[in-house]
């Protein structure tokens, strides 16, 4: 690519759920206004933007990413020290250098989660970036939380109205205890930032569900067991096949996707292959919902 290709950009849907294609823009060189106008447009409508073939290194690839805003220091890892020279920078990866990771998460799968959604501020959106990727496996899923709500049972959306949920910050997506927390086994007493279940995005001022991750999840003010009942429900809907869509991952693929509106999660791979990833988050503000949104 060269910097002509960033004179003119095509948005191609993916014809699922959400996610598209961008199609004619090299990451590496400066975006003008214009053409980051077109992507910041293509983002809100389809909630998942994927950039193929792109080659970068790090200072390129947080120059992208803070276009659309200040971003956020690596969370903690689990149960692990990471030494990365872009604190922004999370190395997603199962490598080891003599017998020590250089990244999270590892080979294993990751459940359907909201990035960082435990804490008080959660980050608008996160860009992930292929630097190897293993033969098969290791598919990151999305999905799409606008579609989720939109077509929950009356009787449901009517049921989660206005109630608010603790996300669990003891726990990474892969289920790891992190470090530097304590082990948890009643919800109610899990450490983590409160949240209304139904979002509202500030930018698309479209309402979806915000669940953030199931493990230790705790819906404040009900009874333990009517928590876990109504949790589950919500799981089930939002989790659906027909919210979702898949990226299988090619070197130099970067994708972008909004924190606030999809979910993901990833696929297990074989630990004797090799996947590395950088990925880095958007910093955001509390998540709030607005009545006004509703529809008379």
Not at 106 to 130: F, K, Q, R
Request: glycine share 6%; net charge neutral; charged share 25%.
């Amino acid at each position: 690519m060269d910097t002509a290709t960033n004179t003119k950009i095509t948005v191609i849907p993916t014809g699922a759920a959400l996610a598209a294609d961008v199609v004619g823009v090299d990451l590496s060189q400066p975006i003008p206004p214009e053409i980051y106008a077109q992507i910041r447009k293509a983002w809100n409508d389809h909630l998942v933007l994927r950039f193929r073939g792109q080659q970068l290194d790090d200072p390129q690839f947080l120059n992208f990413a803070r276009l659309f805003g200040e971003l956020d220091k690596a969370p903690i890892h689990a149960g692990k020290d990471v030494v990365n020279h872009h604190p922004e920078i999370t190395v997603m990866s199962n490598i080891k250098v003599n017998g020590k990771s250089i990244g999270n998460l590892g080979h294993y799968e990751a459940v359907w989660h909201t990035d960082m959604s435990y804490n008080d501020l959660c980050p608008i959106g996160s860009a992930l970036y292929a630097i190897e990727v293993p033969p098969v496996g290791g598919n990151t899923g999305f999905a799409n939380m606008y579609r989720a709500y939109d077509t929950l049972p009356a009787e449901l959306k009517r049921e989660v109205m206005g109630k608010t949920c603790r996300h669990d910050s003891s726990r990474n997506s892969a289920g790891e205890l992190r470090k530097g927390f304590k082990e948890t086994t009643d919800p109610r007493e899990a450490p983590g930032a409160i949240h209304p279940i139904i979002r509202t995005h500030p930018e698309t001022r479209r309402n979806a569900l915000f669940l953030g991750r199931r493990q230790s999840a705790y819906i404040i003010g009900l009874p333990l067991n009517e928590s876990e009942d109504l949790l589950n429900r919500l799981w089930a809907h939002a989790t659906q096949k027909e919210f979702e869509w898949y990226q299988v991952w090619k070197v130099g693929d970067l994708i972008l996707w909004d924190n606030r509106s999809a979910m993901h999660r990833r696929d297990s791979f074989d630990p004797e292959s090799r996947r590395l990833m950088h990925r880095t988050q958007i910093k955001g503000d509390k998540p709030f919902f607005d009545a006004a949104t509703l529809v008379a």
